[in-house]
């Protein structure tokens, strides 16, 4: 932990998987803008745990497009910090730690459902689906014996670590989305700690990083605000602190799809490889966010004035599709 503390401490936590778009654009500048608009610090996480998909070459094109769009942090994985390591790869012990402690308080268990089986489950009559449209885990493998699950393990099946989640709602305020009261089923159930092929979830890892580097702020895409309600039983499990949280309208295509790797010609690399200026898209992005008039031309630090989470519009913001034209027409 830092030994002196600004009032906020916000993150980007981009995941090097590939290279960052208008829609990632959209999360990190008004995540950053969130924490400098207060005079807060900002820490860069690399959430790397996926070593099938991680790669280092996407971490570096990743800080070279935040800095290339205006963004800067005050701790991460090139500057360092007192925080460290700023990676989540270079944090397994940590994980393995709490996890263990989870462990021994009886609240862990292990699920040897496969994917198959899981599709079965949730195809099955009157089962439920979580807020985020996925199958919530009706808690089989919780119910094992020791000789039903010491067979399974004869037979190979390897298994994922579940949490044991308590019948109750979470109740927290979103500094964009308004008052929430979700039940832990209904963000799907039980919820694994750790994949089948030892691979830690994201639910821990973000939970330990965010208290560890004192995150006191996260705001990030409204597709995750289901895993919220989890993140803050967690911190209560292991005596965490919890942050505010702030989910944004995600950005979606012409369409109405939310923007992924298929949508090649609108990640930043390509804008700017195309000519397109980091102020024509933060311009762009901080009008669609209701912070200018109109769109145009701004450097980043020029939105933080004023900025409030709160202001902040609810819808999604659905790009138009010549958008790549109406950035270039920006300058």
């Not at 991680?54 to 570096?60: M, N």
């Not at 012990?93 to 462990?103: C, I, S």
């Not at 020791?146 to 044991?164: D, K, V, W």
């Not at 927290?172 to 089948?196: H, I, K, M």
Request: charged share 25%; net charge neutral; proline share 6%.
């Amino acid at each position: 932990m830092p030994s002196t503390q600004s009032a906020v401490r916000g993150r980007l936590a981009p995941s090097p998987t590939g290279q960052l778009h208008l829609g990632n654009a959209w999360a990190f500048l008004l995540a950053w803008l969130a924490a400098r608009a207060q005079g807060g610090q900002v820490v860069l996480r690399m959430e790397d745990i996926d070593p099938d998909r991680s790669r280092p070459d996407f971490a570096r094109e990743i800080m070279r497009d935040l800095r290339w769009l205006g963004l800067d942090w005050d701790e991460g994985p090139d500057l360092g910090g007192p925080c460290g390591p700023y990676e989540q790869g270079a944090r397994l012990g940590r994980y393995a730690e709490a996890l263990d402690a989870l462990d021994a308080a009886g609240r862990t268990y292990p699920c040897f459902c496969t994917r198959k089986e899981l599709r079965e489950l949730a195809g099955a009559p009157h089962a439920h689906v979580a807020g985020d449209g996925s199958p919530a885990y009706p808690g089989t493998c919780g119910r094992l014996t020791a000789a039903e699950r010491e067979e399974l393990l004869r037979q190979g099946r390897r298994a994922c670590l579940r949490l044991r989640c308590d019948d109750l709602s979470i109740v927290f305020d979103d500094a964009v989305a308004g008052p929430q009261r979700l039940t832990l089923e209904e963000c799907g159930g039980d919820f694994a700690l750790r994949r089948s092929d030892g691979v830690f979830a994201y639910q821990l890892a973000v939970v330990l990083d965010d208290a560890a580097m004192g995150i006191t702020q996260v705001v990030r895409g409204n597709d995750i605000l289901t895993s919220t309600p989890r993140q803050i039983f967690l911190q209560r499990l292991l005596g965490l602190p919890q942050p505010q949280y702030a989910h944004l309208p995600l950005v979606l295509d012409h369409q109405g799809e939310r923007l992924a790797k298929r949508h090649q010609s609108l990640t930043l690399a390509r804008l700017r490889d195309s000519g397109i200026g980091a102020g024509a898209v933060c311009g762009y992005l901080g009008w669609r966010a209701g912070l200018l008039d109109a769109p145009r031309p701004v450097a980043a630090a020029e939105l933080a004035s004023g900025f409030s989470l709160a202001a902040l519009r609810a819808e999604p913001v659905v790009l138009p599709e010549d958008i790549a034209r109406v950035l270039a027409g920006l300058g």
